[in-house]
């Protein structure tokens, strides 16, 4: 018993660890994608996990990630935005700027 449970254990960090590097791997993605958008520079290509914590909704449990990020709007400076993965789909993305009007 006590070694079904160490396996179940090791099992459980694998699929942990592998999930994690996914949603890092495909929220990099998104956040240079809309670096990319609001045509500002992401410094370091890097962002960091703040938070992390269970999501109940309608489709069921999944784990929710906070990660945050530095840009820079001019090559100088720093910013902070974050980002909120919902188990493998974006839920917030926030550069904390002012919305931009295009001209028509």
């Known amino acids: 018993?006590?070694?079904?449970?160490a396996i179940?254990?090791?099992?459980l960090i694998?699929?942990?660890?592998?999930?994690?590097?996914r949603a890092r791997e495909?929220?990099?993605?998104?956040?240079q994608a809309a670096c990319r958008r609001q045509e500002v520079q992401l410094l370091d290509q890097a962002i960091a996990l703040r938070r992390l914590?269970?999501?109940?909704?309608?489709e069921g449990l999944k784990l929710r990630r906070v990660y945050r990020f530095d840009f820079s709007e001019e090559g100088t400076g720093r910013r902070s935005g974050y980002l909120v993965m919902r188990g493998m789909a974006l839920e917030d993305l926030s550069f904390?700027?002012?919305t931009r009007i295009e001209d028509a």
């Open 26 to 31: 495909i929220a990099v993605g998104i956040c």
């Open 14 to 21: 694998g699929w942990f660890w592998l999930d994690s590097l």
């Open 53 to 58: 914590g269970l999501s109940w909704r309608a």
């Open 1 to 5: 018993m006590d070694n079904l449970l």
């Open 96 to 98: 904390g700027l002012p």
């Open 8 to 11: 179940l254990l090791v099992v």
